[in-house]
């Protein structure tokens, strides 16, 4: 019996190591990909320093740039759409336009534009290349003939993105949300890419900075502050992470995946081309890029998918425990969503970098990381505790979790330091530099409970937004 005994001893011994070396693996394999996108990031900034001064790209691009219609989808906005609008018609570029397309709002948001901007109802020729619901009008005024305002039965922002693509008449859109703020230069900086490189571009991603505790006045961030509320001030540090030194790098070898609703450029024939913004899917702008790179590669023509970080676009972040977890949920949902409906591009020679490190990463960091992690915090010191594992895993553990998280958050900050300066003070520097090791210790691992919920709800087919309440920017 005592035989019977020492052998399944030592099959859970066995087990229990390597349950824990396959943890420390991912982890570490999660860890090395962040300090590769670090260095990747800290190279691209070195080779293309931002150009802080406005005036020398108005010089450089502006005789060259594109005309862009701005599509903004606007859902029971009405207490904040006209100033997000006359925001957008103040911004500095040589041609665009202002499309705002009301989603069947429950509340005012058509009349008081119709209001404020003196609009009447007029006749815009399209086709209905990408789908989306029934038009019900399209609205302008003669004395701002940059805006146009259409009126559109409910369908979800894809849908009404959609809708925005049909009517436009630039070769470039910049999709975005009602009540983002874009730096008055944003457009221009954004453009570049396509300037410079007219026939390969298809799309350009900027750089989402969370506007909670700055100074804004008449649509504009006037001073930039840092949050006081906590669980803003931790987005911020997963901002910088996720743009200034993700997204970068990911565009400087050809990867890059994902491209914010909140502001991303896209030639407007490139999209019609793949139907525009799928429905019924709420990760409706990483799917329209996953659906970019397939189409291109499939038909064998040169492209590119860029990511400028000077260009800056300002959102509100949520504050409140339950939206953010939301917030997170949703995310995940919709990158599990676009995964598996291009599963068949993973590690697929055809799709190049696209297939294997950008599939590669979301199967590492959004399939496999959230699951593995939340069981080596459950599983490491269990075993630990009773004897079954040295404690040589548990330290393994913590540093993968704990050192790597903390070292790749301090050089995501130092990049945007050395390269950007957004942050004016050194007391705002320390301040992130604390948030950037605290948010470790239990931020990190709710947000993976987060993600696990966003799991369940892909697998339940859950097509729900849950609600996203909003304070406003504060104004001064």
Same mark, same amino acid.
């Given at each position: 019996?005592?035989?019977?005994?020492?052998?399944?001893?030592?099959?859970?011994?066995?087990?229990?190591?390597?349950?824990?070396?396959?943890?420390?693996?991912?982890?570490?394999?999660?860890?090395?990909?962040?300090?590769?996108?670090?260095?990747?990031?800290?190279?691209?900034?070195?080779?293309?320093?931002?150009?802080?001064?406005?005036?020398?790209?108005?010089?450089?691009?502006?005789?060259?740039?594109?005309?862009?219609?701005?599509?903004?989808?606007?859902?029971?906005?009405?207490?904040?759409?006209?100033?997000?609008?006359?925001?957008?018609?103040?911004?500095?570029?040589?041609?665009?336009?202002?499309?705002?397309?009301?989603?069947?709002?429950?509340?005012?948001?058509?009349?008081?534009?119709?209001?404020?901007?003196?609009?009447?109802?007029?006749?815009?020729?399209?086709?209905?290349?990408?789908?989306?619901?029934?038009?019900?009008?399209?609205?302008?005024?003669?004395?701002?003939?940059?805006?146009?305002?259409?009126?559109?039965?409910?369908?979800?922002?894809?849908?009404?993105?959609?809708?925005?693509?049909?009517?436009?008449?630039?070769?470039?859109?910049?999709?975005?949300?009602?009540?983002?703020?874009?730096?008055?230069?944003?457009?221009?900086?954004?453009?570049?890419?396509?300037?410079?490189?007219?026939?390969?571009?298809?799309?350009?991603?900027?750089?989402?900075?969370?506007?909670?505790?700055?100074?804004?006045?008449?649509?504009?961030?006037?001073?930039?502050?840092?949050?006081?509320?906590?669980?803003?001030?931790?987005?911020?540090?997963?901002?910088?992470?996720?743009?200034?030194?993700?997204?970068?790098?990911?565009?400087?070898?050809?990867?890059?995946?994902?491209?914010?609703?909140?502001?991303?450029?896209?030639?407007?024939?490139?999209?019609?081309?793949?139907?525009?913004?799928?429905?019924?899917?709420?990760?409706?702008?990483?799917?329209?890029?996953?659906?970019?790179?397939?189409?291109?590669?499939?038909?064998?023509?040169?492209?590119?998918?860029?990511?400028?970080?000077?260009?800056?676009?300002?959102?509100?972040?949520?504050?409140?425990?339950?939206?953010?977890?939301?917030?997170?949920?949703?995310?995940?949902?919709?990158?599990?969503?676009?995964?598996?409906?291009?599963?068949?591009?993973?590690?697929?020679?055809?799709?190049?970098?696209?297939?294997?490190?950008?599939?590669?990463?979301? *199967? @590492?960091?959004?399939?496999?990381?959230?699951?593995? =992690?939340?069981? $080596? +915090?459950?599983? &490491?010191?269990? !075993? /630990?505790?009773?004897?079954?594992?040295?404690?040589?895993?548990?330290?393994?553990?913590?540093?993968?979790?704990?050192?790597?998280?903390?070292?790749?958050?301090?050089?995501?900050?130092?990049?945007?330091?050395?390269?950007?300066?957004?942050?004016?003070?050194?007391?705002? *520097? @320390?301040?992130?530099?604390?948030?950037?090791?605290? =948010?470790?210790? $239990? +931020?990190?691992? &709710?947000?993976? !409970? /987060?993600?696990?919920?966003?799991?369940?709800?892909?697998?339940?087919?859950?097509?729900?937004?849950?609600?996203?309440?909003?304070?406003?920017?504060?104004?001064?």
């Amino acid at each position: 019996m005592s035989g019977y005994l020492a052998i399944a001893g030592q099959w859970l011994t066995q087990s229990a190591e390597w349950i824990a070396a396959t943890v420390i693996a991912v982890g570490l394999l999660q860890s090395l990909l962040y300090l590769i996108q670090l260095y990747l990031a800290a190279r691209a900034l070195a080779a293309e320093p931002p150009n802080p001064r406005s005036s020398l790209l108005w010089r450089r691009y502006a005789e060259a740039a594109p005309p862009i219609t701005l599509m903004a989808p606007a859902y029971n906005e009405a207490l904040t759409i006209v100033e997000s609008v006359r925001s957008l018609l103040a911004l500095q570029y040589p041609s665009f336009e202002v499309l705002v397309v009301n989603d069947g709002s429950k509340d005012e948001t058509l009349q008081v534009l119709i209001d404020a901007f003196e609009l009447e109802r007029v006749h815009r020729s399209y086709h209905l290349t990408a789908p989306c619901k029934p038009i019900r009008g399209v609205y302008a005024a003669a004395n701002q003939p940059r805006l146009v305002v259409v009126d559109k039965e409910n369908g979800g922002k894809a849908d009404a993105l959609n809708a925005a693509l049909n009517l436009s008449r630039s070769p470039i859109v910049c999709s975005m949300d009602a009540d983002s703020l874009l730096e008055p230069d944003a457009l221009l900086r954004a453009v570049r890419p396509f300037v410079e490189d007219p026939d390969r571009v298809i799309a350009v991603g900027g750089t989402i900075r969370i506007a909670n505790g700055c100074e804004v006045r008449s649509g504009r961030v006037t001073k930039v502050g840092l949050p006081r509320n906590i669980w803003a001030l931790l987005q911020t540090i997963e901002y910088l992470r996720a743009f200034l030194m993700a997204r970068l790098a990911w565009s400087r070898v050809g990867a890059l995946l994902v491209i914010s609703g909140a502001f991303g450029l896209f030639r407007r024939q490139a999209a019609l081309e793949v139907g525009g913004y799928s429905l019924g899917t709420v990760g409706e702008d990483m799917e329209l890029v996953v659906k970019l790179h397939r189409h291109f590669r499939e038909t064998r023509r040169p492209y590119r998918i860029d990511y400028v970080a000077e260009p800056v676009c300002w959102t509100e972040a949520p504050e409140d425990l339950a939206v953010l977890g939301r917030q997170r949920a949703r995310w995940h949902r919709g990158a599990l969503e676009t995964f598996v409906k291009h599963k068949d591009m993973l590690f697929n020679p055809r799709y190049g970098r696209v297939g294997a490190l950008g599939f590669g990463h979301i *199967l @590492l960091v959004d399939v496999l990381g959230p699951v593995v =992690e939340i069981l $080596g +915090y459950l599983l &490491i010191p269990t !075993l /630990w505790a009773a004897g079954i594992l040295s404690i040589d895993y548990l330290w393994a553990l913590m540093a993968v979790t704990f050192g790597f998280g903390i070292a790749v958050s301090a050089g995501a900050l130092a990049l945007e330091e050395v390269e950007l300066r957004r942050f004016p003070t050194a007391r705002s *520097l @320390l301040i992130l530099l604390g948030a950037a090791i605290i =948010e470790n210790f $239990g +931020y990190r691992q &709710i947000n993976n !409970l /987060w993600r696990l919920r966003g799991t369940w709800q892909f697998l339940r087919k859950s097509e729900s937004w849950g609600v996203m309440t909003r304070k406003g920017f504060a104004k001064r």
